[in-house]
């Protein structure tokens, strides 16, 4: 997505050769009207699956998949990485390893809102190892819902989790691939 690929390398900033911060459009400050591209993009590349639910994991997924979910028509759900008070026991349980934050956090999403009748869209905002797209995997088998496919904003394909998930037979659409990045030299798309 070339607009989304400008926009990466005009207000992107590269932290060392592995963090790439984009919080000044997609996950502190969010540009609404490229997330309305992002979500137009992902329905044309999802459209003809039956997504009849989107799920993502708080908070970086969630004003992207509410946006797509807009061209969907279907709800979102949001895998929760704490157990709040307001939720009963009823939950599907998984555990994340975040390269971002270096934690393991417990997620949760309730019972209710997944099931067999699902099938459901995964939508977040970067893919590098593969682990946050695991876990919202491993709710899905839990609910016994089917997985049509992940819709990924940035994916660092220098990072083993696409191709291992890819060669698992995930479908998996990235609307920018990064090769590498440096400070020195930028980003390089992969495609």
Do not use: W
Not at 90 to 119: I, K, M, N, Q, W
């Amino acid at each position: 997505m070339e607009l989304l690929k400008r926009r990466i390398q005009e207000d992107g900033v590269v932290k060392g050769s592995d963090v790439l911060k984009v919080d000044s459009f997609l996950n502190h400050q969010m540009d609404i009207a490229l997330f309305q591209e992002i979500g137009k993009e992902f329905y044309t590349r999802f459209a003809d699956c039956g997504v009849n639910k989107i799920l993502t994991i708080e908070a970086s997924g969630i004003g992207i998949a509410c946006i797509t979910a807009q061209f969907f028509q279907c709800p979102v759900v949001f895998a929760k990485k704490s157990k709040t008070s307001n939720l009963d026991d009823s939950l599907y349980h998984t555990r994340v390893a975040s390269f971002t934050h270096a934690t393991v956090s417990d997620v949760v999403a309730a019972r209710a809102y997944l099931g067999p009748e699902d099938r459901v869209l995964i939508i977040d905002d970067f893919l590098a190892n593969g682990e946050a797209l695991r876990g919202l995997m491993d709710i899905l088998r839990q609910a016994g819902a089917e997985l049509v496919g992940a819709g990924i904003v940035i994916e660092k394909a220098f990072q083993p989790g696409g191709a291992q998930l890819r060669q698992e037979g995930v479908r998996i659409e990235s609307l920018a691939r990064v090769a590498s990045m440096s400070e020195a030299e930028g980003v390089v798309f992969a495609d």
